[in-house]
T-cell receptor
């Protein structure tokens, strides 16, 4: 079944550690996104990529980095995790030039202690 | 800058009663509007979208929404809710010139028997 796969599903991490959340899509969508979901704040855009080889900053990019080496993969890296990065992270993708509908993965729950 | 406001953080309602979830947006340019639903421990899935044309749009699971440009609103409605409609609902806006979605803070719909 086509879609977005995120890994890990859940992770507990010590503060200061480096962590990479993986995201892979098989829909050949050009655009990909990382959002974090926090209670009462909804979803906030961290980083996005309109096409392979390009990335951009969203609303809350500090402490995060991304890369887009190919169409399918869009990993999100926390170089040195802090407790405020405890959240549920969602990867999404969309066609460019389309209606803008986003397709979401199942999420990665990250706890930083 | 564009923004999305969902005034109600939680809406309790009895089964088979009608419900309206409110969404207001601010933007100085043309927008596309979306409603997403998130069931517990899952990602987001699209309920419906407004791109252009008729201001009343129908989505899945019996939901509909009406775009009101003068009031900058896109309220979601269902004439008769079911227990299975219990979920978090997110309104989102995309500017015409961008592929990024900006989400509201979400409304938790709690359907009681």
């Amino acid at each position: 079944i086509a879609g977005i796969t995120q890994a890990p599903t859940s992770q507990i991490l010590a503060a200061g550690r480096r962590m990479t959340l993986r995201c892979t899509q098989d829909m050949r969508h050009n655009a990909m996104y990382w959002y974090r979901q926090d209670l009462g704040l909804g979803l906030r855009l961290i980083h996005y990529s309109n096409t392979a080889g390009t990335t951009g900053k969203g609303e809350v990019p500090d402490g995060y980095s991304v890369s887009r080496a190919n169409t399918d993969d869009f990993p999100l890296t926390l170089a040195s995790a802090v407790p405020s990065q405890t959240s549920v992270y969602f990867c999404a993708s969309s066609k460019t030039g389309g209606t803008g509908e986003l397709f979401f993965g199942e999420g990665s729950r990250l706890t930083v202690l | 800058a564009q923004s999305v406001t969902q005034l109600d953080s939680q809406v309790p309602v009895f089964e088979e009663a009608p419900v309206e979830l409110r969404c207001n947006y601010s933007s100085s340019v043309s927008v596309y509007l979306f409603w997403y639903v998130q069931y517990p421990n899952q990602g987001l899935q699209l309920l419906l979208k407004y791109l252009s044309g008729s201001t009343l749009v129908k989505g899945i699971n019996g939901f509909e929404a009406e775009f009101n440009k003068s009031q900058t609103s896109f309220h979601l409605r269902k004439p008769s809710v079911h227990i299975s409609d219990t979920a978090e609902y997110f309104c989102a806006v995309r500017m015409d010139s961008s592929y990024k979605l900006i989400f509201g803070s979400g409304t938790r719909l709690l359907v009681r028997p």
